[in-house]
């Protein structure tokens, strides 16, 4: 049986990546009772450089940190799929693995890490957002990118509406988070072994990034996002052409 339906379907490369980068929106959908599905793309493995810490350990200690961050959101279910860290690569079974989940909660929005960043990003957050990319725009309403998924499993196309990225160097929309940047903030804290122990400091410098964000709005605080609204079924077939006059 499929499972409910949610409102948007969220991939982070790790976890902690989706409180920074649409945490606030997250929120706001939650909020509005619309459910949210957060996907994990890898465990979080190598994010540490103390040689006292397990890289077993930390996947246990980021796993947990994540569900008490969703929890903070009110994210309805959270998705490991457990990959090593640095290890994302674009090949089929990635791609399927996203084209599945995405054809499994039928999402109206999409968001994840914008795939264009330049110079300054990390590999596994090029490949998940590259990959989410194209499943959205391809993978997920294609019969035969992976027939599998319809005659064996019975799940159909999906067409997601619309895709939000985040960390994109040119964002064109900017989503009012004023009310709910408390509640992002302490999902961030969660992610102790990311960020140690929470600070005024930290949430006073963090203000302060999301109220550039949105200097140009007319709300305080903002998520700057690229949003791409994706096309709509291919248009039918042309009806048959008259027969020429003479
Ligand atoms: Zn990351």
Known sequence: MLPEQAYALIFAPHPDDAEGGIGGTMVRWAREGKPIVLV?????????NDPKIKPADL???????????????????????????QSLQDEPGFRRELARLIRLYRPEVVATTDPGRRYMTHP?????????????????HNLYAFPELYFEEGLELHRTKEMLLWGADAPNCCLDITDTFDAKMSA????ISQFGQPSPERSK??????????????????????????????????????????
């Open 40 to 48: 994990i793309c890898t465990n979080g493995d190598k994010g540490t």
């Open 188 to 191: 961030l804290h969660c992610h």
């Open 59 to 85: 996947v246990k200690i980021r796993e947990a940190e994540q569900r008490t961050a969703a929890e903070c959101m009110g994210v309805r279910e959270v998705i490991f799929l457990g990959h090593p860290d």
């Open 124 to 140: 596994d957050h090029r490949t998940t957002g590259r990959v989410v990319l194209d499943a959205v725009s391809l993978y997920s």
């Open 205 to 246: 410098r963090m203000r302060e990034r999301y109220k550039q964000q949105a200097e140009k709005e007319e709300f305080e605080l903002g998520e700057s996002l690229h949003r791409v609204q994706m096309m709509g079924p291919p248009p039918p077939p042309p009806a048959t052409p008259p027969p020429a006059e003479r």
